[in-house]
């Protein structure tokens, strides 16, 4: 492989200019949602593609996402050919098995055209209101089939040559019950998509489609040589790594596990997941494309993070996922729950590989929890859908503690972090509290990060689900000596004669005006013995509030009144 060029600034430009181009995309789709989930997100999933499905560029936080992407275009292909498509087209899709995730993430897609034909593709992707389905926003805890997590949309045009369908606007809010959501969130796709389309179309302008074209290629071969160049880097040999999920919401008492074997050789790594459980009959299971995006996740955390993740990464991405397994189940599984297998995916390859590579060793980080509610808003007429998502956090990590309130990176980081004030103007409810928990991140040499407490109080009758996905009931572990993180929780009316705590998973449980939901997030696991901590830390720990001053004692060893 050789530079299709001799101007490696004129390259570096044209890659930031790209990156640019799908950030924007992602921008503008989410600043154009009608879900306030949405639209308090600093940007949603956006990438380009090229006529071969080549992935070109990306959001820098889409990475939970553009895998699902990537495996859709051509399921696009399959019903609405290149040849048949034509300008202001935008085609959505949502099929875990054609490429999605669950139903309530919708892909959307536009081509981009010059010269009359399609030259590259944009595709967005976020969370939307509600698509029907058991439970409000389609993502009932109890699942045992895709159909219960909304209705399933094969590649349907939204937009026909820049005119909205008509009958695939009135199916969607035939479906939902935030009708009036709905259709603006798919079509904050579409437009994120128009934004991306013209800021290509002054690249292609400026640089001309064959000399464009010979820079991606470019960029391609460059990302794929520094990824065998990272790969190369870690020592030869074939790895063992397991995580364990303590359930699926369904069936008690059944085990599941996530087994990997890392193999590297030279250049080259493979991940096979065969040894991991068959599917569940719960929604844990992961689609073949977001257990895509969690090996890829994965594989950059042993990477020099500035490797563009486009087309050349994937090519050395080697991956087997057993069909029929949680990694990659068989049609009709429930996928809602999906994240609890991808974070045993990431913590299995982190275990496998922590002897190999110490200085990247991590401990096991807290798991996404959301809770979503659906009711009458004070009017009693107009009917609403909440959605609030939070993010464990992350363990210790080898020369680092977990960052205290963060998600882990997979998610997106503070990209998912809403604004309280503009939930309150929006849903009838009222956050009481929103803080660090002090002692929750787990106790180590490096200590992981504190989880959060959120309490929020609503003011009309409602029904809400809550999905501890998991590490609720097992807390993130501790890693070479290192303590446990504080594990999830949910309670309602804390405090009160009436208090009571949900199980992990519980889908549909009335409440009453005035009740309130208390939400633990969980912490993230220790990284090493705690008597190894740093006295100064320790102490800045106390001071600051993250660690008390019995865990001090009990975990660290230290008297938090000695001097010494």
């Known amino acids: 492989m050789v530079d299709r060029t001799d101007d490696p600034v004129l390259v570096e430009v044209v890659r930031n200019a790209l990156a640019m181009v799908a950030e924007e995309g992602g921008i503008a789709a989410a600043r154009s949602a009608s879900s306030p989930f949405v639209s308090q997100a600093s940007a949603i999933a956006c990438a380009l593609f090229d006529t071969q499905g080549r992935l070109v560029a990306q959001t820098a936080g889409g990475m939970l996402h553009v895998s699902a992407l990537q495996v859709m275009l051509p399921e696009i292909w399959k019903c609405h050919p290149p040849e048949t498509l034509r300008e202001g087209d935008a085609i959505i899709l949502n099929d875990p098995f054609r490429g999605g995730i669950h139903p309530t993430d919708v892909g959307a897609f536009r081509p981009i055209f010059h010269d009359g034909k399609p030259v590259y593709y944009c595709g967005a992707m976020m969370i939307v209101s509600d698509l029907g389905g058991l439970s409000a926003g389609g993502l009932p805890a109890n699942a045992t089939e895709t159909f219960h997590e909304g209705i399933i949309l094969p590649p349907l045009k939204f937009f026909s040559g820049g005119a909205r369908v008509a009958e695939v606007e009135s199916l969607l809010q035939a479906n939902s019950r935030t009708p009036q959501r709905i259709v603006g969130d798919i079509e904050a796709l579409v437009i994120g998509g128009n934004i991306a389309a013209a800021r290509m179309a002054v690249l292609i302008e400026r640089y001309g489609m064959a000399r464009l074209d010979a820079i991606i290629d470019d960029l391609f071969d460059h990302a794929e040589r520094m990824t065998r160049h990272g790969i190369a880097a870690i020592p030869d040999g074939v790895y063992h790594g397991a995580y364990a999920i303590e359930e699926d919401g369904v069936e008690t008492g059944r085990d599941f596990r996530v087994e990997v074997t890392v193999t590297v050789a030279g250049d080259a790594c493979r991940f096979d997941f065969t040894g991991t459980s068959p599917q569940a009959r719960g929604a844990i299971n992961s689609s073949y494309s977001q257990s895509l995006s969690g090996a890829v996740f994965a594989l950059r955390c042993y990477l020099d993070p500035e490797i563009p993740l486009n087309e050349g990464f994937y090519r050395c991405l080697d991956v087997e996922l057993p069909l029929g397994t949680l990694v990659n189940p068989r049609h009709p599984a429930a996928c809602n729950l999906r994240m609890a297998t991808v974070q045993a995916m990431i913590d299995a390859i982190s275990r496998a590989l922590s002897g190999a590579y110490p200085h990247h060793a991590a401990a096991a980080a807290g798991l996404v929890s959301t809770v979503t509610a659906h009711g009458k808003q004070l009017d009693g007429a107009t009917s609403w859908s909440f959605l609030d998502v939070f993010f464990g956090i992350g363990g210790g990590r080898a020369g680092a503690d977990g960052a205290d309130g963060s998600p882990f990176i997979i998610y997106g980081a503070s990209n998912y972090d809403r604004n309280i004030e503009s939930y309150e103007l929006e849903f009838p409810m009222v956050y009481q509290e929103y803080r660090l928990l002090p002692d929750s991140g787990g106790p180590g040499c490096w200590r992981g990060g504190c989880g959060l407490v959120k309490t929020v109080e609503f003011q009309v009758d409602a029904e809400i689900t809550v999905r501890g996905t998991d590490r609720y009931i097992v807390p993130p572990q501790g890693a070479d000596g290192g303590l446990p993180g504080k594990p999830g929780a949910w309670v309602l009316n804390q405090g009160r004669p009436d208090e009571a705590h949900l199980p992990p998973k519980k889908t549909n449980h009335h409440i009453r005006a005035g ?50």
């Open 515 to 564: 009740d309130t939901l208390t939400m633990v997030v969980a912490g993230g696991g220790g990284l090493g013995d705690p008597r190894e901590r740093e006295r100064d830390l320790v102490r800045r720990d106390v001071d600051e509030g993250y660690v008390s001053a019995a865990s001090a004692r009990d975990d660290y060893g230290l008297d938090i009144g000695a001097t010494a």
